[in-house]
C-alpha cells in the first residue's frame, strides 16, 4: 500500500504563504495527485490537481518533482478563512487495479491574525 | 439538491444490529467510493466500486460489506457493528481523468454513527 506522509499540523499568520509537502512513495504511474480542504462537519472538497512540474489555479499552486514522491500544495497569503484540515490523495501503485484512492492523515492548518 | 447524498445523516446504534448506509449520486459517475474517517486518522478507503459489477476492497474492509444496486447507487453494510466502528463515514464519486484514471471526488455531506 502506499504510505502517505503528511505534517500532522502547521500554524500560521494571516497574509503569508504556507507550503504543505506530502510524500507518497508507491504512487500509481498513471494517476493525479489531488489535494483537498476539509472544514469541520463537511465532506472533503477538491483543491488542486497535478500529474507533474506545477499546476496552478485561482486558490492555490501544486508542485510535485519528476520523481512524483513527493508534492507541495502552496497556498498564497492566507486568510483566516484557510483554517481547514489539507489533505493529498494519490493512487495506490500496489493495487491491481488503478483507481484505488488513498488519502494522508491530513495537516490541520491554523492561521492566526 | 446536493449531487451526492447520503442517508441517514446521523444514527445511533447498539453492538451487534445490522446497520446500511446508503448514498446515491445524480452526477452520473461510474466510479463510487466508501470513506471512513476518524480523528487523527483522516480518511480511510473502505470499498469502492467501478461500476455495478466490479467492487473492490480498500484500505480497512473487514466488517464491512458492500452493495451497488445501481450506477446510481452505492450502500455499505455493517452486518454485526461494534464501537470501533463509531465513526463519520463519506460516499464519493468520481469519474476517471480526460487522460489519467482519477479524477475528481466528490463527496456527500457524511454519515455519523454511534455504536454503543
Excluded at chain 1, 507518497?24 to 483537498?36: E, L
Aim: proline fraction near 4%; glycine fraction near 8%.
Amino acid at each position: 500500500l502506499a504510505k502517505i506522509t503528511q505534517p500532522i499540523s502547521m500554524d500560521s499568520y494571516e497574509g503569508q504563504e504556507v507550503n504543505i509537502t506530502c510524500s507518497h512513495n508507491n504512487i500509481a504511474t498513471n494517476d493525479y495527485i489531488t489535494w483537498y480542504q476539509q472544514f469541520p462537519s463537511q465532506g472533503p472538497r477538491f483543491i488542486i490537481q497535478g500529474y507533474k512540474t506545477k499546476v496552478t489555479n485561482e486558490v492555490a499552486s501544486l508542485f510535485i518533482p519528476a520523481d512524483r514522491k513527493s508534492s507541495t500544495l502552496s497556498l498564497p497569503r492566507v486568510s483566516l478563512s484557510d483554517t481547514a484540515v489539507y489533505y493529498c490523495l494519490v493512487g495506490d501503485a500496489g493495487s491491481s487495479n488503478t483507481g484505488k484512492l488513498i488519502f494522508g492523515q491530513g495537516t490541520t492548518l491554523q492561521v492566526k491574525p | 439538491d446536493a449531487d451526492v447524498t447520503q442517508t441517514p445523516r446521523n444514527r445511533i446504534t447498539k453492538t451487534g444490529k445490522r446497520i446500511m448506509l446508503e448514498c446515491s449520486q445524480t452526477k452520473g459517475h461510474d466510479r463510487m467510493y466508501w470513506y471512513r474517517q476518524d480523528p487523527g486518522l483522516g480518511l480511510r478507503l473502505i470499498y469502492y466500486s467501478f461500476d455495478v459489477k466490479d467492487i473492490n476492497k480498500g484500505e480497512i474492509s473487514d466488517g464491512y460489506s458492500v452493495s451497488r444496486q445501481a450506477q446510481a447507487k452505492f450502500s455499505l453494510s455493517l452486518e454485526s457493528a461494534i464501537p470501533n466502528q463509531t465513526a463519520l463515514y463519506f460516499c464519493a464519486t468520481s469519474s476517471p481523468g480526460r487522460d489519467r484514471n482519477t479524477g475528481e471526488l466528490f463527496f456527500g455531506e457524511g454519515s455519523r454513527l454511534t455504536v454503543l
